[in-house]
Nanobody, 119 residues
């Protein structure tokens, strides 16, 4: 069972920045894919950004050019640098990882961290 702990959320004004971290309880070197999702109040959870084990990244159109996902295999941590934040970025942000366990692809969620963008 992979334990994931997100941190770095908080209250920020529009146009501000935050960096989210997702720390894993084990090496992320073998994680096939690591993602950030978010869920705003009353809305479905949506994929924000993802990064493969090879470092290939993808982003939701709504965050392209503003958010950057990265991973540090030494620190077993994934990051989401969020710049030029907008009110509509307000949500609970979750990290999610995929890895192969006993020959099967398994997914694990963190507990989430609240990001509130407000003036």
């Amino acid at each position: 069972q992979v334990q994931l702990v997100e941190s770095g959320g908080g209250l920020v004004q529009p146009g501000g920045s935050l960096r989210l971290s997702c720390s894993a309880s084990e090496s992320i070197f073998t994680m096939l894919r690591m993602d950030w999702y978010r869920q705003a109040a009353g809305k479905q959870r949506e994929l924000v950004a993802g990064i493969s084990s090879g470092g290939i990244t993808n982003y939701a159109d709504s965050v392209k050019g503003r958010f950057t996902i990265s991973r540090d295999n030494v620190k077993n941590t994934m990051y989401l640098q969020m710049n030029s934040l907008k009110i509509e970025d307000t949500a609970v942000y979750y990290c999610y990882v995929n890895k192969v366990v006993a020959g099967k692809l398994s997914g694990y969620w963190g507990q989430g961290t609240q990001v509130t963008v407000s003036s």
